[in-house]
């Protein structure tokens, strides 16, 4: 082989590219606000995919006739024909674009910052056993989930409508579980990711402001989901000799949550769903090792549990979101 010479140009860095992935329903006004943050991000990706679950509030025709592709080429729409829950949507926006990274907000969610999506990036690049890097959380009460001046730090579960993903991680250990329709796909994927010697990073210092639009939420059904995907992620990755106390403790917790919360019939929902529970815990099961299994019920244990902001008062400063509350670690 000849040496290279002296005075040859450097081989150029490689810029990774970068998709984006919004599940609509029903949401039009939002989607647009969050279509329009992501296009003036400083590092704007190279192609923006909205999957449409069935909205019937004018999303279509708003997509085709604002966002079409002889203004914006970039932008692809998918509709789908009926409502066919939130992580097929995802999984199909993943299969569907072909970025190096993959950044995901909700129809109702966006960067504050110009620059968080490239600054997301920037630490990805810099830390290749990181799969997802997720964001700080600011909600119209107030809430933020991290104090903002908070170092990086590795955590259980990542925000859904709020995070950046690397494809080759998701490549290797799969898609969402279909069959859970909503809620809880981030920690059997943060599970599955652990398992695969990865890890999952906060970055407090990049906020996603989240709307929280009520138009589609039932907070009965989300919790139905959670309670029973619980359970379906506990059967298909805990470790045997962990599992009988695993299901206890998850079975009481959301019990509980659901005792204070309303309905009271959830419960008895979650029982009439034991055998389709029991067959989807068994279709997926793949238990983890009982040492990485610990690692994320300790990180699990060391995360700050949500709280309400505190009541607005004279002295509570007030930002164009809304009075600002820092959740404690």
């Known amino acids: 082989m000849s040496p290279t010479p002296e005075n040859a ?3 150029p860095k ?103 999506l490239a600054r997301c990036v920037e630490f990805l690049e810099a830390n290749p056993d ?12 107030g809430m933020i989930y991290y104090p903002r001046n908070k170092e990086p730090f590795e955590v259980p579960w990542y925000a859904g409508g709020g995070h950046v993903l690397r494809r080759s991680a998701v490549d290797r250990i799969g898609l969402y579980i279909p069959e859970f329709y909503r809620q809880g796909e981030e920690k059997d994927r943060c599970l599955r990711l652990m398992g695969a010697g990865m890890r999952i990073i906060a970055l407090p210092h990049i906020m996603i402001y989240h709307d929280k639009c009520m138009k589609g939420r039932k907070p009965g059904l989300e919790r139905f989901y959670n309670h029973r995907n619980d359970l379906i992620r ?36 979650i029982l009439m769903a034991l055998p389709e529970i029991i067959r989807l815990g068994r279709k997926y099961r793949k238990p983890l090792p009982p040492e990485i299994y610990r690692r994320w019920l300790d990180l699990v244990a060391s995360a700050a549990p949500a709280t309400k902001p505190p009541p607005r008062t004279a002295s509570t400063p007030v930002t164009a979101a809304g009075p600002t509350a820092v959740r404690q670690d």
């Open 9 to 11: 140009s450097p081989t």
């Open 234 to 269: 506990e059967l298909a990755r805990c470790p045997a000799g962990m599992m009988p106390r695993r299901l206890l403790r998850v079975w009481a917790g959301n019990s509980w949550k659901n005792l204070r919360q309303g309905p009271r019939t959830t419960d008895l929902k």
């Open 130 to 141: 990181v799969a997802i890097a997720t964001c700080n959380i600011e909600t119209p009460d």
């Open 14 to 116: 490689r810029t990774p590219t970068v998709s984006a992935v919004i599940a609509a329903y029903n949401r039009a006004p939002e989607l647009r606000t969050a279509i329009n943050r992501l296009l003036t991000q400083t590092l704007a990706p190279m192609e923006i995919l909205v999957v449409d679950d069935g909205s019937t509030d004018g999303t279509d025709q708003m997509m085709r006739t604002e966002f079409g592709p002889d203004r914006f080429p970039q932008i692809r729409y998918i509709r789908q024909p009926h409502n066919a829950g939130l992580i097929l949507a995802r999984n199909l926006g993943f299969v569907n674009t072909t970025g190096d990274y993959i950044v995901s907000v909700d129809d109702d969610s966006w960067f504050e910052g110009d620059d968080g």
